[in-house]
């Protein structure tokens, strides 16, 4: 059984918190695109973690981890992000890494630095990990392949032709030091070494592991609105974020993934640039961004304070049904306690006229929001278990947001531990 944990938004919806709460009854736990340039924060019975490479399921002996070929695979962060956990008595995670996955170079960080530089204010917000640098190469075959690290002949040709490559423009675009073969070959033979107990035909496995009935996370990263195709282009990241790229970014049938949990906020927070409807500013954004998460809305890879908004129902449909949604898991649903009302964005305005339907990026930033104001229910519900037991408006603001984006609500997260999840039955009929 395939199970996809993916994001409806801008990210940093929950995901994490929820894939190690499920991993407790999974075999195996895929990150299928992506890499370091974002986190997941995780709290569990060894404290409190932000990951960025590492799947959320490392926390506990049964489970493997696996770095999908969909992955941008930074291997010295792979390798400080699995000492950091052990430094603080986690077991050592057991870690495959796809043969077919490619390597996020040091130049690639570099080039994101000096085109987000040259860019000035214009420039996109990178988290400057190299991650679209990484993702271009890739497309245009100049990129390096976990697998190619074993072919001495092939490395030595590549990183020639790389560096001449690579050279022109830190030469003439950017006027910076240039790329060294020798130095290049070096650092690939290194990471030859530190990754080669870990290689993994991961398809081969997957597809063994599937035949025994093996229960199989895909744990996404980021969320619809990043997408590189769907999302917010082209404020969007560079891989797919979508449940459907799981298929791909770990190499198994795309029928084979039979429940897509998609994580909601209960309330919106965008890193980067981009139209953000729902944003909110001021002392109302600030007071949000303080109670918000866990500790406050702050990006768990950059310390970047994070933008906040009220829910937007047409995002978050949009967001939901972009990720073929089976499950809705909604979540950090008990930081809205101290609201007298909620708004909640139920329409975008767009030249005079009112939609439902999430629109593309030129008519999105045109878009204002058309709020509804739900009344809040002023109480903690950190601890509640049981969903008949969590007050009225609280039990309200779920089901007016379930209606809204029309794909059931079967989880409603009420704190950041494991055990802080309401189980509902939903009555909604696509
Ligand atoms: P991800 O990238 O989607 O995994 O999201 P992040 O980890 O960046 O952000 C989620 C933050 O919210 C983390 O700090 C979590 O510990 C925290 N969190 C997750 N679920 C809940 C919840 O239900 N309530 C509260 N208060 N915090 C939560």
Redesign the pocket.
Known sequence: MVKAVV?ANW?????????DMLARQADIIVRFQGGAN??????NDYG?F?LHTLP?GVFYGHTTSIIGNGVALNIPLLFQEIKSITDRNVPKPRILVSDRAQLVMPYHILFDQYEEERLGGKSFGSTKSGIAPFYSDKYAKIGFQVSELFDDELLEEKAERVCEQKNVILEHLYHKPLIDPGELLKTLREYREMVEPYVCDVSLYLDQAIRENKTILLEG???TLKDTDHGIYPMVTSSSTLAAYGAIGAGIPPYEIRQIIT?C?AYSSAVGAGAFVSEIFGEEADELRRR????GEF??TTGRPRRMGWFDCVASRYGCRLQGTTDVAF?????LGYLDEIPVCTGYEINGEVTTDFPVTHRLEKAKPVLTVLPGWKREI?GIRKYGELPENCRRYVEFIEEQIGFPITMV????GRE?IIYRESTLKR
Do not use: W, Y
């Open positions: 994001g990210g940093d919806e929950g995901k994490g918190k929820i894939t974002a986190g997941h924060t995780i709290v409190k932000a959320s990263q980021l969320g994580v906020k918000g998460g866990d500790g990006g768990a979540t950090v649903l008990d930081v950190r997260s009420n704190g950041p802080d």
